[in-house]
Every structure is written in C-alpha cells, then in structure tokens.
C-alpha cells in the first residue's frame, strides 16, 4: 500500500462542475503540498497545508491531521484546468516528500 | 535566477555513455531536490541537499547514479554508464527552509532518452 493515496485517478468533468480530489497518507507529516502539472511537464505549486483551509481563487484546499486525509476541490471548473494534480506530503523527521500517484483531471468544455 | 533552471532540457545519448544534468535553484533556496519521472509515473526521489551535503541519498538508484551541490547553488546529477531504464523526466526542486515548511519550486526538467 502506498503511504500516500489519492483519488480519483482519473476524473472527467464538464465545465462549470465542483470537482474534489482525495489525498489520504499513513506516515506523521509537517505538511502537505497540493502540484499542479500541465502536459509538457511543468509543475507548479498550489498549496502548502500544515492544518485547517487555504484559498486560491477557485482552489480551495483542507487538511484533516488526526484523520490524515486533504482535499483540493475547484469551484466552477474551466478547461485550463486540466491536469494532473499531485499530493505531496513532507515526512516528519525527515528530509524526503513522499509523492501521490496524480489525478489526472481533464475538464471538457 | 527568476526559477529553477534545468538544462539540457531534452537530451538524447546511446546506452553506456555518461551524462550530466545540471540544476540552478532559486537564487538563496537552501534546499535543493532531484526527482525522476518516468513516463506515466509518479515522481520518485532521487537525492536531498541542504546547503552543499546531501542527507539523504537513498532515492539514487544504484552507483552509477551520483550528484553533487558547490556552492549551496548550482546542482549536477551525473548518470554513468546509461542504461535504457534511466530514460525518464529529471526534475528539480528548490525550496528556501529545506524543512517541508517552504514553498517548492519546480524546474522543467530535463528528459533524458537513453537508446
């Protein structure tokens, strides 16, 4: 089992829908990165989470420490967002990010 | 620099023969990261900097792997003797705590086709 999951692993949505990504991991964490990497391979950070909510735009992002578990959700979602989004979290103790899989999302117009 | 900088961006080499990739963080980022991507894949680690040592090197592959930081900037990660699986995506990261409490920023990568 890998210590960082995430789900869906692929998600097709129609523009304009909510749409939630799922990270659970089962190693103790300082924090919790959510990527974003478009086709042609460039990834960008969207979010760093030690606890509670963060906001960007129409990113939204949650940590849940006791039940070990993110989300990314993306209101009124457009075709630019397509793309994988990975989860990303920093081990306590020490120096290594453990990466999620990706959820590759492709929004059709 | 403005970002991380990766270069070569793609590189093409015959199997056997050494390459090096070379990474320049963002300028004052104490924290430097080799990843590899290969094709479908997540990323895997490679190597951790902090300043010029390196922590943790249990993600290079085998000894034909090694990399190297001078100056607490500029990185290379050098591949001996290339072999057909080192094909893949090597990407960069810089970040200025080093301690998870900082920002990532990614570079472009380098893709390396072994043939």
């Known amino acids: 089992k890998n210590e960082v999951e995430q789900s869906p692993q692929n998600l097709t949505a129609q523009e304009g829908e909510f749409i939630t990504i799922n990270c659970s991991y089962s190693?103790?964490?300082?924090?919790l990165h959510w990527l974003q990497q478009h086709p042609g391979g460039g990834i960008v950070s969207l979010f760093m989470?030690?606890?509670g909510k963060k906001k960007h735009g129409r990113l939204i992002a949650t940590i849940n420490i006791q039940e070990k578990h993110s989300s990314l959700h993306i209101t009124a979602s457009h075709p630019r967002d397509s793309a994988v989004y990975i989860c990303?979290?920093?081990?306590?103790?020490?120096?290594?990010?453990?990466f999620g899989t990706g959820t590759r999302l492709k929004v059709l117009a | 620099g403005a970002g991380v900088s990766q270069s070569p961006s793609n590189k093409v080499t015959e199997k056997g023969k050494d390459v090096e990739l070379r990474c320049d963080p963002i300028?004052?980022?104490?924290?430097l990261y080799w990843y590899r991507q290969s094709l479908g894949q997540g990323l895997e680690f490679l190597i951790y900097?902090?300043?010029?040592?390196?922590?943790?090197k249990s993600g290079l592959p085998s000894d034909r792997f090694s990399a190297e930081r001078t100056g607490g900037s500029v990185s290379t990660l050098t591949i001996q003797r290339t072999q057909q699986e080192d094909s893949a995506v090597y990407l960069c990261?810089?970040?200025?705590?080093?301690?998870?409490?900082?920002?990532?920023?990614f570079g472009e990568g380098s893709r390396l086709t072994v043939l």
């Open positions: 300028s004052g980022h104490t924290a």
């Open positions: 989470l030690s606890s």
């Open positions: 990303a979290v920093y081990t306590s103790g020490t120096y290594k990010y453990i």
């Open positions: 990261a810089s970040s200025f705590s080093g301690v998870g409490t900082g920002e990532l920023f």
């Open positions: 900097f902090q300043g010029n040592s390196a922590p943790d």
């Open positions: 190693v103790g964490i300082s924090a």
